[in-house]
C-alpha cells in the first residue's frame, strides 16, 4: 500500500517566549486524544498530529485508549507504530537508520511498561510522538514519491487562509490552530527537500510558529500581520518547487520538471493573493510563460534547451520579486 508521512508541530518553545513577554498563556481545553477534525491529533502542548498514514493511525489509536484508560489496546497501537517504522527502514538513507530503529524501539519499550502495568502519562506519549515525527520528516519522508507529497505541501495555502479568516472573525485561538497546522507542513517540505531550499522553508515555517504562539495568547488579532508571513511561505515553496523542476530539467526527466514547475507556478500565484495581487507585467508574464512551458514538458512535446532556461530564468526573477519578509517581530 502507498505510504504517507506523519506530521506533528510544537510550538511550545515559541509560546514560552511570547508568554515571557506578555503573561500566561489563556487556558486550552483538554482535547487529548481528540480533535474536531479527525485527520487531526492534539497531542498537548500545542502538538498537532495529522492522521495520514499508518504510523499516525497508530498512534492516534494509542492517544486515545490511553486516554480512555485502555493500556492494553495503547500497547498494541504503539506496537503497531513501531512496526511500521521498522519495516521503512530500509527505504531511509543508511545515516538515518539508526535513529529509526531507535524511535520504533522507544515505543516498543512504552508498549512494555503499558503491557506490565505501569503507569504511562499523556505527557511521556507525546514525547515519543513527537521523536517518531522527527524521524519520519527527517529520514523517511525524503524517500517518498510524488504522489505523495504534491498533495500535502499544497494544503498549506489552505490552513493559512483558514487562519487569516478566523484572525478577521477575531477567533485567535482558532487561528493559532490553523497556523499551527500550516507550520507543521511547512516543516514537512523543508524536510523533503534539503539543501539550500530546506533552511528557506525552515526561516518559514518559523515565522508562521511565532504566528502561532502569538495568536494562541491574543497577542495576533490583525489579520493583516499575517500577510507578509504568508507570501514569504509561498514564495519560499515556488522556489523549492522550481529548482526541483531545474534539477529533473537536467537529468532528462521532462515529465516531472513540469509538474514541479506547475506547483511552483501556484504557489507564485496563492503569493500574489497575499500580497494584494500586485506584480508588474513581465513578472505576469513570466508566471503565464512557466505554466505553459509547465504543461508542455508533462505532455510534449519537449521544448528546446534554450527556451526552457528562458522559462527558468524569467520565471525565477518573477518569484524572487515577492519576498516581502515580515519586519522583526511580527
Not at 506523519?6 to 503573561?23: F, R
Request: contains cysteine; aromatic residues 4%; glycine residues 8%.
Amino acid at each position: 500500500m502507498t505510504t504517507r508521512c506523519l506530521l506533528v508541530v510544537a510550538i511550545g518553545s515559541a509560546l514560552s517566549i511570547v508568554s515571557a513577554c506578555g503573561g500566561a498563556p489563556p487556558p486550552v481545553a483538554d482535547t487529548s486524544g481528540s480533535s474536531a477534525d479527525d485527520s487531526w491529533i492534539f497531542g498537548g502542548e500545542d502538538v498537532w498530529i495529522p492522521i495520514v498514514d499508518p504510523l499516525g493511525e497508530s498512534l492516534g489509536d494509542a492517544s486515545r485508549a490511553l486516554a480512555g484508560k485502555r493500556p492494553a489496546d495503547a500497547a498494541a497501537a504503539l506496537r503497531d507504530g513501531a512496526a511500521f517504522l521498522d519495516a521503512e527502514t530500509e527505504r531511509v538513507a543508511p545515516e538515518g537508520r539508526p535513529k529509526v530503529r531507535r524511535a520504533a524501539g522507544a515505543l516498543t519499550a512504552l508498549a512494555d511498561k503499558l503491557d506490565k502495568g505501569a503507569p504511562v502519562s499523556v505527557q511521556t506519549l507525546n514525547t515519543e510522538m513527537r521523536e517518531a515525527y522527527s524521524v519520519d520528516v527527517d529520514y523517511r519522508w525524503a524517500t517518498v514519491d510524488a504522489t505523495e507529497w504534491m498533495p500535502m505541501v499544497q494544503l498549506t495555502h489552505d490552513h493559512l487562509e483558514a487562519a487569516r479568516e478566523q484572525l478577521a472573525a477575531k477567533r485567535p485561538a482558532e487561528a493559532a490552530t490553523e497556523l499551527g497546522k500550516a507550520a507543521a507542513l511547512l516543516r514537512l517540505e523543508a524536510g523533503r527537500v534539503g539543501g539550500a531550499e530546506r533552511k528557506a522553508i525552515e526561516a518559514a515555517w518559523f515565522e508562521v510558529r511565532q504566528l502561532a504562539a502569538k495568536a494562541q495568547v491574543g497577542a495576533l488579532t490583525d489579520a493583516a500581520r499575517l500577510q507578509p508571513v504568508a507570501a514569504h511561505a509561498c514564495q519560499t515553496l515556488a522556489q523549492a518547487h522550481l529548482a526541483g523542476a531545474e534539477r529533473f530539467w537536467a537529468e532528462h526527466q521532462a515529465a516531472p520538471s513540469g509538474q514541479l514547475l506547475d506547483l511552483a507556478v501556484k504557489e507564485f500565484e496563492r503569493g500574489l493573493i497575499w500580497i494584494g495581487g500586485q506584480a508588474d507585467p513581465a513578472a505576469r508574464q513570466a508566471a503565464e510563460n512557466a505554466r505553459r512551458l509547465a504543461a508542455a514538458l508533462d505532455a510534449g512535446p519537449t521544448p528546446a534547451d534554450s527556451e526552457v532556461a528562458t522559462v527558468f530564468d524569467e520565471f525565477s526573477t518573477a518569484v524572487a520579486a515577492l519576498d516581502i519578509r515580515p519586519q522583526p517581530g511580527v
